[in-house]
């Protein structure tokens, strides 16, 4: 049972377009939610992260979207750039200190010169 | 700053053999992982602990045992290892439970 899915394994963007990378929860316990980069032969890094209690969060050149109705969240890059070229995870985990992340399929985003 | 160090990077076994994948973290993190990841599953979660002296099942468990040595060490023991448990290997920690987590480099283990 995925609890978390990124139905997309792969985006291609040109340099300097938006990339927009989608993710959806089924558990509605979830009220965490986080955003991963991971190049190959690398751990995973954390990129951006959103509460429930907010609908939108920004860091620079990323932001993450979260539709709590439609257990919907996206990441936003723009502009995107080729070092942006990596596997992209949505997590979820339940509230803030009690529970563990559970991770998405990933999607591979392949940023175009 | 080492952050979340795994040992080994990568290890061949042969089927039934045992082994333990070390992780220790300097953070001072409460929190720890153990998690997979196979191409098309993305990171599946084998075991964590949640605190010192605890560890919980995760979505992966069977064939793995884990110990929680102190707060620094978390490790993984394959006690017999099948071509199933061919993968690689992440280590995570965070400060509590389902917070950011750092991982570290990960192992690649191939069962043969």
């Known amino acids: 049972d995925q609890q978390v899915k990124q139905n997309s394994p792969s985006l291609s963007v040109q340099e300097g377009r938006i990339s927009i990378l989608n993710c959806d929860y089924t558990n509605s316990m979830f009220d965490y939610f986080l955003w991963y980069k991971k190049y190959p032969a690398e751990g995973p890094t954390f990129l951006i992260s959103i509460s429930s209690i907010k609908d939108k969060n920004e860091d620079g050149r990323f932001t993450v979207f979260l539709n709590k109705s439609a257990k919907h969240l996206s990441l936003h890059i723009v502009p995107s750039q080729p070092g942006d070229s990596a596997v992209y995870f949505c997590?979820?985990?339940?509230?803030?200190?009690?529970?563990?992340?559970?991770f998405g399929q990933g999607t591979r985003l392949t940023i175009n010169p | 700053n080492a952050g979340v160090t795994q040992t080994p990077k990568f290890q061949v076994l042969k089927t039934g053999q045992s082994m333990t994948l070390q992780c220790a973290q300097d953070m001072n993190h409460n929190s720890m992982y153990w998690y997979r990841q196979d191409p098309g599953m993305g990171l599946r979660l084998i075991y964590y602990?949640?605190?010192?002296?605890?560890?919980d099942k995760g979505e992966v468990p069977n064939g793995y045992n884990v110990s929680r040595l102190n707060k620094r060490e978390f490790s993984l023991r394959l006690e017999s290892a099948a071509p199933s448990q061919t993968s690689v290997y992440f280590c995570?920690?965070?400060?509590?439970?389902?917070?950011?987590?750092?991982f570290g480099q990960g192992t690649r283990l191939t069962v043969v």
């Open positions: 602990s949640a605190s010192e002296g605890t560890t």
């Open positions: 995570a920690s965070s400060r509590n439970s389902g917070t950011e987590a750092f």
């Open positions: 997590a979820a985990s339940g509230w803030q200190g009690a529970q563990k992340l559970v």
